[in-house]
Structure formats: structure tokens, C-alpha cells
């Protein structure tokens, strides 16, 4: 019965420390790829919602992260895959329709 406990006392110790390490970000693609219902957007639409992201990135970090995934929920829905640091990161992207009238002309 000690025999047990201590392989299982060990086997925790080992799985804990495991845990507790920082998850390494794995390499960069080359392009991200692409899930879901890819078919309900254009592939300008990606490139659009990528360019703006990465924007978004530089804006908020300095710097653009390589993105991963791209995820298509919907026609009006997008997720984005990254890392930041040792950080899996999930953005999402929502098309936002205007009316031609809310647009101010002069």
C-alpha cells in the first residue's frame, strides 16, 4: 500500500509540475489555417478581417503576433487564433452593416 501511495505522490508531483509550466507558443505557419464554415466568406473578406487584426495588434502591443487560425462562424462572424507571450489568444470579428443613410456626406 506505501509502495502505491508514493507512485501516486510522484506521479501528482510530476503532472503538477508539468501543469505549472508556461505553454510554449508552437511555430509559426507559414499561412493561418483556415476552419469552419470557410464557404460563407469571401477570401477577400479574410484577408480584410487578418490586415485589420494585425492593425489592431500593432495598435495595442507594438508589434503583430503571426496568427494561427482563422475560424468562420458565419457570414458575420470570425474568430482569430494568436499567441501573445506564452498566451493562446482568441479575437473575434463581427461585420458591422451601415446603413448608407448613417453616413454623413459632408
Same mark, same amino acid.
Given at each position: 500500500m506505501r509502495a502505491?501511495?508514493?507512485? *501516486?505522490?510522484?506521479t501528482c508531483a510530476i503532472? *503538477? !509540475? !508539468?501543469?505549472?509550466?508556461?505553454?510554449? #507558443?508552437?511555430?509559426?505557419?507559414?499561412? #493561418?489555417?483556415? @476552419?469552419?464554415? !470557410?464557404?460563407?466568406v469571401s477570401a477577400a473578406d479574410i484577408?480584410?478581417?487578418? @490586415?485589420?487584426?494585425?492593425?489592431?495588434?500593432?495598435?495595442?502591443?507594438?508589434s503583430a503576433s503571426p496568427i494561427y487560425t482563422v475560424r468562420v462562424i458565419d457570414h458575420n462572424h470570425i474568430e482569430i487564433g494568436y499567441w501573445l507571450g506564452a498566451t493562446e489568444t482568441w479575437a473575434i470579428a463581427e461585420r458591422v452593416?451601415?446603413? !448608407?443613410?448613417?453616413?454623413?456626406t459632408s
Open positions: 502505491w501511495s508514493r507512485i *501516486f505522490t510522484m503532472l *503538477f !509540475a !508539468a501543469c505549472a509550466q508556461d505553454p510554449k #507558443p508552437p511555430p509559426p505557419p507559414a499561412q #493561418p489555417s483556415i @476552419e469552419g464554415n !470557410a464557404k460563407s484577408r480584410v478581417v487578418l @490586415e485589420l487584426k494585425r492593425k489592431d495588434m500593432i495598435m495595442s502591443h507594438g452593416m451601415v446603413r !448608407a443613410a448613417d453616413i454623413p
